[in-house]
T-cell receptor, first 116, second 109 residues
């Protein structure tokens, strides 16, 4: 299947700092990528849909000024958590949609963010 | 998850068969996914159903009834490595995928 990478795989930062997470499609072009957040033993919650060359679409309740998304190329989307706080500590997962038989999404390995 | 219901936990024995049920909201429905997720890892794709019926893929099968808003994932010949969470996910129009909370499956030797 298609390969999606994320960097970093884990990050620890101080409260008030900003953290950037990269999501790359390695062997295909992705016009649409998705960003999810998952708290322990909870479901994946869709945060936003990232569209190449246009503004991201945020889900209700997700602050667009806090979670900045940039999808500048067909293989890269970035999520920046600005002024991070301990409650932002979570597992952040991106996925990329493949325009194939099922149009399924392939997930990156995730980034575990811990804010002290 | 948004109007997707599946059991929180299930336990089964190695070598046995287990069925994980899922019900979903039918409005805007555009397909049903099952993903497997091991602790601390990203989900991996298992199956996709858009038409009624059973899709078989090796030890795993998935069933869909669109009129009932119901799906199940059937796992046969269970192995210890099948211990994981199984996520039912509904695709809505616009390709947005909504995930259920997942079913944690424990396999006993």
């Amino acid at each position: 299947g298609a390969v999606v990478s994320q960097h970093p795989s884990w990050v620890i930062c101080k409260s008030g700092t900003s953290v950037k997470i990269e999501c790359r499609s390695l062997d295909f072009q992705a016009t649409t990528m998705f960003w999810y957040r998952q708290f322990p033993k909870q479901s994946l919650m869709l945060m936003a849909t990232s569209n190449e060359g246009s503004k991201a679409t945020y889900e209700q309740g997700v602050e667009k000024d806090k979670f900045l998304i940039n999808h500048a190329s067909l293989t890269l989307s970035t999520l920046t958590v600005t002024s991070a706080h301990p409650e932002d500590s979570s597992f952040y997962i991106c996925s990329a949609r493949v325009l194939a038989e099922y149009n399924e999404q392939f997930f990156g390995p995730g980034t575990r963010l811990t804010v002290l | 998850g948004q109007n997707i219901d599946q059991p929180t936990e299930m336990t089964a024995t190695e070598g046995a068969i287990v069925q994980i049920n899922c019900t979903y909201q039918t409005s805007g429905f555009n397909g049903l996914f099952w993903y497997q997720q091991h602790a601390g890892e990203a989900p991996t794709f298992l199956s996709y159903n858009v038409l009624d019926g059973l899709e078989e893929k090796g030890r795993f099968s998935s069933f869909l009834s669109r009129s009932k808003g119901y799906s199940y994932l059937l796992l046969k010949e269970l192995q210890m490595k099948d211990s994981a969470s199984y996520l039912c996910a509904s695709r809505k129009s616009g390709d947005k995928i909504i995930f259920g909370k997942g079913t944690r499956l424990h396999i006993l030797p």
